[in-house]
């Protein structure tokens, strides 16, 4: 049975086909001065995870030291360049990929396909590469995984799909430049035409005096995001999963 669970951030496991893909691995607990709002990650990922996918550089989704906690066997697709970032985190099967070109991991195909995002490591040093998301395909099913981005008009081209995974928000309680907040993400479902969406990259990584404040992950960007989608793109199932939680991808 095909599955999806929320793990956090822009992490996922997605299992498609008897395959497990994990998107945008961050597996610590903290990252600078930004903690863990919810559940820790099982630890049983590493050992279950058949594909790797690295949407971009930033450190909140190529994060070399999550990596280090993964097989370094389980092959990686990452964004084209990206590969000396990957390498540190001891990966040892990696495919850099570019926009429009379709990658083949058993049953799985994966196409790369545009993000409107910061493409620096740290937002403004070094050489920027290109941020990408994908179509994951496995069998009839089709899922995009956005990565982070914020809207594009090359979107209606990439639908209709069964499941979107889509950024609804940013860091805490902000949200930055290049990300799709509730409204722009509601928008994105008419563009992209999916079966069923599901809200991720908000609230569950908290700066650490207002994690103090406010224990729970924060709410109210998915569940905007799920109201407006019911006004926008009525005919879309959105399903807001609490990080750690998990749901069938099959028809309700």
């Given at each position: 049975?095909?599955r999806?669970?929320?793990?956090g951030?822009?992490?996922?496991l997605l299992q498609?086909?008897?395959?497990?893909i994990?998107?945008?691995?961050?597996?610590?607990s903290?990252?600078g001065?930004?903690?863990r709002?919810g559940?820790p990650?099982?630890?049983?990922l590493?050992?279950?995870?058949?594909?790797i996918?690295?949407?971009?550089?930033h450190?909140?989704?190529?994060?070399?030291?999550?990596?280090?906690?993964?097989?370094?066997?389980?092959?990686?697709?990452?964004?084209?360049?990206?590969?000396?970032?990957?390498l540190?985190?001891g990966a040892?099967?990696?495919r850099?990929?570019?926009?429009?070109?379709?990658?083949?991991?058993?049953?799985?195909?994966?196409?790369?396909v545009?993000?409107?995002?910061?493409?620096?490591?740290?937002?403004?040093?070094g050489?920027p590469?290109?941020?990408?998301g994908?179509?994951?395909r496995?069998g009839?099913?089709?899922v995009?995984?956005?990565?982070?981005?914020d809207?594009?008009p090359?979107?209606?081209?990439l639908g209709?799909?069964?499941?979107?995974?889509l950024?609804?928000?940013?860091?805490?309680?902000?949200?930055g430049?290049?990300?799709?907040d509730p409204?722009r993400?509601?928008?994105?479902l008419e563009?992209?035409?999916?079966?069923?969406a599901?809200?991720?990259?908000?609230?569950t990584?908290?700066?650490?005096?207002?994690?103090?404040?406010?224990p729970?992950?924060?709410?109210?960007?998915?569940?905007?995001?799920?109201r407006?989608?019911?006004?926008?793109?009525?005919?879309?199932?959105?399903r807001?999963?609490?990080?750690g939680?998990?749901t069938?991808?099959?028809?309700?």
């Amino acid at each position: 049975m095909d599955r999806l669970t929320y793990i956090g951030h822009a992490t996922t496991l997605l299992q498609l086909d008897r395959l497990s893909i994990l998107t945008d691995p961050m597996l610590r607990s903290w990252l600078g001065p930004l903690h863990r709002q919810g559940p820790p990650p099982d630890p049983r990922l590493p050992k279950i995870c058949d594909l790797i996918l690295i949407s971009h550089l930033h450190r909140d989704h190529l994060d070399v030291r999550s990596l280090r906690r993964l097989e370094p066997s389980t092959p990686l697709i990452v964004p084209r360049g990206a590969a000396r970032w990957a390498l540190r985190g001891g990966a040892e099967d990696i495919r850099e990929t570019g926009i429009g070109e379709t990658i083949a991991i058993g049953a799985i195909e994966v196409t790369a396909v545009r993000a409107v995002h910061n493409g620096h490591r740290d937002r403004t040093f070094g050489e920027p590469i290109q941020p990408l998301g994908y179509l994951i395909r496995a069998g009839a099913r089709t899922v995009y995984f956005a990565g982070d981005t914020d809207l594009f008009p090359e979107m209606s081209d990439l639908g209709p799909v069964d499941l979107a995974l889509l950024p609804v928000w940013g860091w805490g309680s902000s949200i930055g430049t290049g990300h799709l907040d509730p409204g722009r993400a509601a928008k994105a479902l008419e563009m992209i035409r999916p079966r069923l969406a599901v809200p991720i990259h908000w609230g569950t990584f908290f700066p650490a005096g207002l994690r103090r404040l406010r224990p729970e992950p924060l709410l109210e960007p998915p569940l905007e995001f799920a109201r407006l989608a019911r006004s926008l793109a009525p005919e879309v199932e959105v399903r807001v999963l609490q990080p750690g939680s998990a749901t069938s991808l099959e028809d309700r």
